[in-house]
Structure formats: C-alpha cells, structure tokens
C-alpha cells in the first residue's frame, strides 16, 4: 500500500496481508487476557481465509503464527474446568481422548510452537503474545490435571491398566511387531493414525491404557512384559521386577522378550535394513524400541524438542510401511508414558518435599509403605491397595505425586518437558493397533525420473518412467514427488499412480519459498514402502523474478 506508484502489483496485495497480520496479533497482545479464546473465535474465519488464500498459499505472506495462535485459543476456551471437577477418572480419560477429546488442544500447541519456531517472519508483538497462549495452555493443564490428582488418590486407574498389555495386545503369531516409542504420548499416536488412514488397506483401532505409576520409562516399559509388574525399595533405590525378576535397563527387557519368542531390534535397524533384505526373511514376531522421544526432551529441553517430536511420527509410520513389505500384517503402537510440555514452572507450583520419603524425583516421591508423613493438600499418596489396582505388586510402597503440574523441589533443573507425575498427557497411554493384509508378490519395477535442470518456471513437469517384466501394476505403486530447501518444504506434494512407460505430473513451486534461492532438492518417494526412490538436487534460474513483477509468469 505505501509503494507509491499507481498501480496495483503483487507487492501491494501482500500488503494488505501483513497489515492484517499485525492487526490479528496486536488484538491478541492488547485486548483482555481472559476474553482471548472468545477473541480467537472472532477472528478464526478471517484468518483462515487469509491463510487459504492465493499469497498464502504461495509463502509470499506467513499467517502460520497467528493461525495456530487462535487455534489454541479457541479450543482452550471450550473446555469448562469447573465441569472437569465433576467427572470421574474414566470420564475425564474419555473427554481427552474422544474424537473431539482434550488431546487436540496438546496437538493445536504443539503445531503452534513448532510455527514460532520455524517461521522466519518476525511478527509485530510476537513475544507477548507467544506468552499469553503459552499461559492459558498452562491455566488448561492445571484445570483439567488437579481433579484428576484428587481422583486418583481413591482410584488411580484411567481404564484397563498399563500392566495388562502383554495379555491385551502382544500376539507371537508371524506377523506381528509391536512398536514401542519412548515418549508417544496420545496426541501423537492420533497424528500416527491420521498418517496411515491415508492408505485404505490399513484397519485401525486407538485406545488407551492407564500408565503403572510413576509414568517413568523404567516402569513404563516394564509394563509391556509377561509376567507380574513389581515395584519396591532397596537403599533408596526404586527397583522394578518383571514375574519376579529384576529389570535394570533395556537388556533384561530385551532378553525377556526374547525368551517369549520376539525378535527385538531399535527402530534403527529397520531402517538400515534394505528392503530386498526385510522380504526375504520370515516376519517373525517382532519388538521395535525407538527412545527419539524422550531423549529430544530430557537432551535440548526447549521448544525446538518439542517441535521434533512431530518427525517421530514419520518414523513410526515408515516402519509401519517397511515392515509391512516384509510380510508383516499386525502391529501395535504403544508407549511407555506420555509428557507434559509447558512454561518453565513459577514459585507457586514448587512443592516441598515430603519429608522422609526415600526417593524424592521432580514428579514423584516414594517410601515404605509404614513411613509416617505429615499430611499436606500439594500431594497425594498412592498405597499399596491402589498400585494393586493397577496390577503392580508393591506390598511395601507408596508413592506420592504433587497435584496438578507441580513439581517436587528436587535437583534436576527447571525443565520444560518432564514425566513421571499425574497427568491426563502422561498416563493415558495409546493403543494402536494396525492390520493390513499381506502383500503379493509382483516383478520388480524400476525408475528413470527426470526433472528440468535448471528450472525456469515455477510450475515444474516431473517424468517417470517406470519398466517392468508387467504388462500392468496390479496394484498400481503410489509414488510422491517432494520439493525442499534445507530440509523445508516448497512445493505441495504431487502423487501419481504409476503405470508402466512414462509417467508425468507437475509441482508447482511457491514463489515466496523460492525467492532468493539457487537450487531445489526433489525426493521421490514410494508411498507403501517409503522407499526414496529418487533424490536430485537443480538449479533455479527463473525467467521473473521478485524484482520485475512480484511473482513468477
């Protein structure tokens, strides 16, 4: 608009964009902190319009921020807290897993700190609004987490107990792998699910179990193997058993496993097994470990953690796809715990320890079973009765949890990502359960991709020529092409269905994501085996570039 010239150009229409940009994300810093969830309701129409819209869409304006932004807002403000205090535990654990459940407000959150932190737009008021969402995420947390803690103290289960999994969903026929992601709380597993209902041979079935006490990965993982969970204290340590048998570290879980009859394997190692090497072999019943979860936490603590989180959910899903190659028809999604992300933790939500307790973490606290406390309104006791509940045998133990998202006064830092305490994001543990049928055995098929080099328009033809011993693919292979500078996406996916001789579509480059740059990176990947078939880096040289027009002709 302040161009000075005559006429109207591309400049001029972005703008307009920017001016509404920074009116959205002024009225989120100004206008009342209590009134903005019914503020993002107002605006979500406009905004969602713009971020639709042709400029949008081309990256030559950014609304990712306060997109998200009134996302989260939105969605906080339809949870009433004050109902929350009224339901039981399996009532609060169906509100945050139904299909409208709770978990999308964590998902909405997430998706808006991974926009803070990739946008490379520097938006007016930006830091005091990323605060204010940030706090009414926390006001949600603490005002659907306490009357759980207030619950829980007289029944600590959420529905069928974490320590029932083996007899629930371990299966030793062929077939079958059960992937246990450290960290995979269930708003992820909902992005797994939405991931792999894109392929409609996939049958898929999420539940949630209620995560043994303390949600912590050695008792957490304890819990996915045969035999009786059991937690007691030696020297003021706190010592798992498994059917009576000491479980020290991912070793004695691995032999356990083994000695039930799985293959154990990291998540990996599937990936660096080539898939002429997966499908000659027998798809004996398999455990797939992956830690990338917890270990992004607890290593980086900070929000581009929880942003990276998001790409464990394309690892599961290409070992879904991979293993599927190999004969695999069933598998199970699952998780130790869950985690809470949030604002590094004020005064006011710092407990003081119990006093006598043996063990005292940031999230829980345990002692003797007989060990005299003074009684407190910051924590709750669970005794041996209630872990019994949960199919833990501790004839000999208590644990103590802070209400809410509190935390003990113990070492360990101010973190922003912890685990171990009681929360709806930590002990609600997903369940999926994927089944496909077998894959047929078919020639194999191989690939001649051709892209320009260099590119001289934004809207880029893709050819593929596909040769075969088939006279025709039954079925047809799904491939995607895929346009990114340093790592980021530029272009929207293109899918083709592959028949055999040449295939062609195109990918249409968006201006904004481009401009500046001097070359492209193209991935072409086969969407059932997840296979990259092709990978080629080509140069830019547009024919109009910013300077002429404003966009590319």
Not at 356 to 368: C, G, N, P, Q, Y
Not at 472 to 480: H, N, W
């Amino acid at each position: 608009m302040e161009s000075e010239r005559a006429h109207w150009d591309a400049t001029a229409f972005k703008g307009i964009d920017m001016g509404l940009i920074r009116l959205v994300m002024e009225r989120l810093a100004e206008e009342t902190y209590a009134d903005l969830p019914d503020i993002a309701a107002d605006l979500e129409q406009t905004v969602t319009s713009r971020q639709n819209s042709f400029w949008s869409n081309e990256d030559l304006v950014d609304w990712s921020v306060p997109a998200r932004a009134i996302e989260t807002l939105q969605q906080i403000g339809t949870v009433d807290a004050d109902e929350a205090k009224t339901l039981t535990s399996e009532e609060l654990a169906q509100a945050y897993t139904g299909d409208d459940g709770w978990w999308q407000i964590d998902a909405s959150y997430r998706r808006y700190i991974d926009a803070t932190r990739k946008t490379t737009f520097v938006y007016p008021k930006e830091p005091v609004v990323k605060r204010r969402v940030t706090r009414h995420y926390m006001s949600f947390l603490q005002g659907v987490n306490r009357p759980l803690a207030d619950i829980l103290s007289d029944d600590p289960t959420l529905g069928t107990p974490q320590a029932s999994f083996y007899e629930e969903f371990a299966d030793l026929d062929n077939g079958t792998a059960i992937i246990i992601c450290d960290g995979l709380r269930y708003e992820l597993a909902e992005a797994i699910k939405e991931n792999l209902g894109r392929q409609t041979d996939f049958e898929q079935n999420l539940s949630a179990v209620s995560a043994a006490l303390p949600s912590i990965t050695e008792v957490g993982m304890a819990a996915h193997l045969p035999g009786e969970l059991g937690l007691s204290l030696d020297d003021d340590d706190l010592v798992v058993t498994s059917g009576g048998e000491e479980m020290n570290g991912k070793s004695d879980r691995i032999e356990r496993l083994s000695n039930a009859g799985f293959e154990v394997v990291d998540m990996d190692e599937v990936s660096d097994i080539s898939l002429e090497q997966l499908t000659e072999s027998e798809p004996v019943p398999r455990v797939v470990y992956s830690g990338t979860i917890d270990k992004l936490g607890e290593n980086l603590d900070d929000d581009e953690a929880f942003s990276q989180v998001a790409s464990h959910v394309d690892d599961v899903e290409r070992t879904v796809q991979r293993l599927k190659q190999a004969g695999y028809t069933r598998f199970v999604i699952t998780s130790d715990h869950g985690f809470l992300y949030t604002d590094r933790l004020s005064d006011d939500l710092k407990v003081e320890s119990p006093d006598l307790a043996s063990i005292v973490k940031r999230r829980f606290a345990a002692a003797d079973s007989d060990t005299p406390l003074v009684d407190t309104d910051e924590f709750i006791e669970i005794d041996p009765d209630a872990l019994s509940d949960l199919g833990i045998d501790a004839p000999d133990l208590k644990l103590l949890f802070p209400r809410s998202v509190a935390c003990f006064k113990a070492q360990g830092g101010n973190m922003r990502y912890f685990h171990g305490g009681i929360s709806l994001q930590e002990l609600l543990v997903p369940c999926l359960t994927v089944t496909t049928e077998g894959i047929e055995e078919s020639a194999s098929i191989t690939y001649d991709v051709s892209i320009p080099d260099p590119i001289t328009n934004s809207i880029v033809p893709v050819e593929i020529e596909a040769k075969s011993g088939q006279v025709a693919f039954d079925p047809a292979p799904t491939l995607e092409v895929r346009a990114n500078i340093d790592g980021e996406p530029v272009a929207d996916p293109a899918s083709m269905e592959i028949s055999p001789g040449t295939n062609t579509t195109r990918v249409r480059l968006k201006q904004g994501a481009i401009s500046g740059e001097d070359t492209v990176q193209f991935e072409v990947i086969d969407t059932d085996t997840r296979e990259t078939i092709s990978k080629q880096t080509v140069n830019l040289d547009l024919l109009f570039g910013d300077d002429d027009m404003g966009f590319d002709v």
